[in-house]
């Protein structure tokens, strides 16, 4: 469990170095795909085993954003959600053209697409209810792992005094993820933010170029 400056728990941040069934599992181990749930998972390392071992409860997925001239008037911008090599659950797709086209927003859009996917998968499968969202995105780990609660306690307003962007559109995917966790309806599920390296992430990263290329 990972844990802030002040030695509070951060329940939504996953790393593996803190956790006690990941920290003895090598990264490249770490992750494996599932042939039969079509789905990637931890794996985990105990005292009673001598190897590594799938946990049955986890599903890792990587969500990635992209943006081609960002920052001008010919921006386009596109989402990726990976769940494994030839997944059916792989996803992606470009952000409607009616909405700003940023680097930010595209990754936004695929948490939102992954979340989605996510809530069909276990609502099949209940066994599934360890949640890691694997991004490279640094800003989209903070949010939603560290700052949303103290946002929405500011109406949206952030440490420096201006506005949060995208603040109203975070808070729904956290309300999202509330739900998940602890509504009668659907919740149970718990739901980490892992922050990966890019070299991590290039198979997210090829399906939102994938949006893009065909454009």
């Known amino acids: 469990m990972a844990y802030d400056e002040y030695g509070e728990e951060i329940r939504r941040l996953f790393v593996p170095s803190e956790d006690p069934c990941s920290r003895l599992v090598p990264l490249q181990q770490l992750v494996v795909y ?5 789905i990637s998972q931890l794996q985990m390392k105990v005292l009673a085993k001598p190897d590594p071992f799938p946990n049955p409860s986890s599903m890792v997925v990587y969500i990635d954003g992209a943006c081609r001239n960002n920052g001008t008037p010919t921006a386009r911008a596109s989402y990726g959600v990976y769940f494994g090599p030839n997944s059916p659950y792989n996803s992606y797709g470009l952000l409607p053209a009616s909405r700003p086209q940023t680097s930010t927003l595209a990754e936004i859009e695929a948490l939102s697409q992954a979340l ?3 809530s069909e998968v276990t ?8 949640i890691k969202l694997a991004t490279d995105s640094s800003f989209l780990v903070d949010s939603m792992s560290k700052w949303m609660e103290q946002w929405i306690e500011n109406e ?6 201006t506005r949060v962007a995208h603040f109203e559109v975070l808070k729904q995917l956290h309300d999202k ?5 602890y509504s009668d309806e659907g919740g149970g599920r718990e739901v980490q933010f892992w922050h990966i390296p890019r070299e991590m992430n290039r198979e997210a990263d090829a ?6 290329d065909g454009a």
């Open 123 to 130: 609502d099949r499968d209940f066994k599934l209810s360890e």
């Open 156 to 161: 949206g307003v952030g440490s420096r005094g």
């Open 116 to 118: 989605k996917i996510i």
């Open 34 to 38: 599932d042939t039969s749930k079509q």
């Open 177 to 181: 993820l509330d739900y998940m966790e």
């Open 207 to 212: 399906l939102a170029n994938r949006a893009l």
